[in-house]
């Protein structure tokens, strides 16, 4: 039989996964994938919750999420194509100047 | 029964998927990878009988930001990324947060547990009937009172993101 604590497992495997990969990858692209992955770990528990409480609140503020994130990737992949262009890279680790 | 086969398939699915997508060395091939686990999750939700945010989540995350995220792959340089190192040296930082908020959770299902009342983990889920018109259900929300002035806002986010987007992305400022 399935608990709510299952859905909270998952949820919390796949925040701990997008963490390590926020913290530990170095190409840029893949850290906003990562966060993405951790938008999404958010939802499975907003959505779970909603399904525990036979209210629909959680679902409206996952749409919410869903659009933050979509935002989010359209400003950062932006920011991105702007930093290769002047720098010749992804790489985190290089991007340690506000201008140059 | 039925439910708790879908439930392991689509979380084991989307935890392999989302392992593979942080320690592949390709982005295009993680890029791949954050698809199936996005599409794991939207089984979740359509398990969870959420299927206005299973279309939603398949539409926008997958039609749309995975779309966007394999154009700029493909505008920046792979080969050189490619044999350049993937990890950064704060891998001892990754384990320590991980183990803290593991941790963290643990303690708080363990404090939770220990009451003998009924609480929020071994309540039982309310009757799928009353999410029933999901779609129709998700709208009356969005567009009700406490709902209504986050929904515009939304809009107005939606808008200045993307002028902000095709601002960074334009050749000459």
Request: net charge negative; hydrophobic share 20%.
């Given at each position: 039989m399935l608990s709510i604590s299952h859905y909270l497992v998952l949820s919390l495997a796949l925040f701990t996964i997008g963490v390590i990969g926020v913290v530990t990858r170095r190409n840029v692209i893949i850290i906003l994938m990562s966060i993405e992955l951790i938008l999404n770990a958010v939802n499975i528990n907003l959505v779970a919750f909603s399904r525990l409480m036979g209210s629909v609140n959680g679902q409206v503020f996952a749409i919410f999420v869903i659009t933050d994130a979509a935002a989010e990737a359209a400003v950062g992949l932006g920011i991105i194509i702007a930093f290769f262009r002047n720098r010749e890279t992804v790489l985190e680790d290089e991007m340690d100047l506000l201008k140059w | 029964m039925l439910d708790s086969i879908f439930f392991y398939f689509f979380a084991g699915l989307a935890v392999v998927s989302a392992i593979l997508m942080v320690t592949r060395r390709n982005a295009v091939h993680s890029a791949i990878f954050l698809v199936t686990a996005l599409l794991a999750t939207a089984g979740i939700f359509l398990q969870l009988h959420a299927e206005f945010l299973f279309i939603v989540q398949v539409i926008l995350y997958v039609g749309g930001i995975m779309v966007l995220f394999v154009f700029v792959i493909m505008l920046v340089n792979l080969d050189v990324a490619v044999r350049q190192m993937r990890f950064n040296r704060m891998w001892v930082v990754g384990l320590l947060l991980t183990l803290a908020l593991g941790a963290q959770v643990y303690m708080v299902y363990r404090y939770v547990r220990m009451?003998?009342?009924?609480?929020l983990f071994n309540m039982a889920p309310a009757p799928a009937a009353q999410l029933e018109p999901n779609t129709q259900l998700i709208g009356q929300a969005l567009f009700s009172d406490p709902y209504v002035l986050p929904f515009e806002l939304a809009s107005i986010l939606l808008l200045v993101s993307m002028i902000g987007a095709v601002v960074m992305a334009k050749r000459k400022v």
């Open positions: - | 009451g003998d009342a009924p609480s």
